[in-house]
């Protein structure tokens, strides 16, 4: 059974950088699927942040305006996220997520457990 | 960018009901189309993916049905872990997520 471990602070200062890790016990981040973001601002909906696959390959959320980057760590098993020059519209929930399947069958269904970060100085 | 109008945002119901949410998207994504519940604090929940498939483990109470632009959620005699929000996915065109769905006990 996959699990995903997120840790990070919880609080981030204004124009500073949000940086995440994910780490994957259960499983290896080397197989052939895609390793998802995703954060949820409080009390709201649930916004994709963008994805790595296990060559490196990386999509984004255009919205993001090029200020995330994801990336992996072969070694330690995680993943990673950097997200820079935050404002308080960066407080969110963030979400670790596995993808299965391909095409019409992609699905998230191994979720980290959420980290709340804030943005705040 | 696929936009994604889910109803209702809000729905109350009782325990042994029959309830169901819609989800429509802004363009024709075939049946790339996930449902997952979320309960308060903590990560959402794979219910149904590619429109219609029960992913493991998860209660033959749930089904959905749709291709195109229009989906549904149907859950059918309401247990009391139900009421959660529901969120529907499409994955035609990176990722968008539906608005949600609050169910509550009526």
């Known amino acids: 059974q996959v699990q995903l471990q997120q840790s990070g602070p919880g609080l981030v200062k204004p124009s500073g950088t949000l940086s995440l890790t994910c780490a994957v016990s259960g499983g290896s981040i080397s197989t052939t699927t895609w390793w998802n973001w995703i954060r949820q601002p409080p009390g709201k909906g649930l916004e994709w942040i963008g994805e790595i696959y296990h060559t490196g390959t990386t999509n984004y959320n255009p919205s993001l305006k090029t200020r995330g980057i994801i990336s992996l760590d072969k070694s330690k098993n995680q993943i990673s996220l950097n997200l820079t020059s935050v404002t308080a519209a960066d407080t969110a929930i963030y979400y670790c997520?596995?993808?299965?399947?391909?095409?019409?069958?992609?699905?998230?269904?191994?979720w980290g457990q959420g980290i709340l970060v804030t943005v705040s100085s | 960018d696929i936009q994604m109008t889910q109803s209702p945002s809000s729905l109350s119901a009782s325990v042994g009901d029959r309830v169901t949410i819609t989800c429509r998207t802004s363009q024709s994504i075939t049946t790339h189309l996930n449902w997952y519940q979320q309960k308060p604090g903590k990560a959402p929940n794979l219910l149904i993916y590619?429109?219609?498939t029960l992913q493991s483990g998860v209660s033959p109470r749930f089904s959905g049905s749709g291709s195109g632009t229009d989906f549904t959620l149907t859950i059918s005699g309401l247990q009391p872990e139900d009421f959660a929000t529901y969120y529907c996915q499409q994955t035609y065109s990176f990722y968008t997520f539906g608005q949600g769905t609050k169910l509550e006990i009526k």
């Open positions: 997520a596995r993808r299965s399947g391909t095409q019409w069958l992609e699905r998230l269904d191994f």
């Open positions: 590619a429109a219609s």
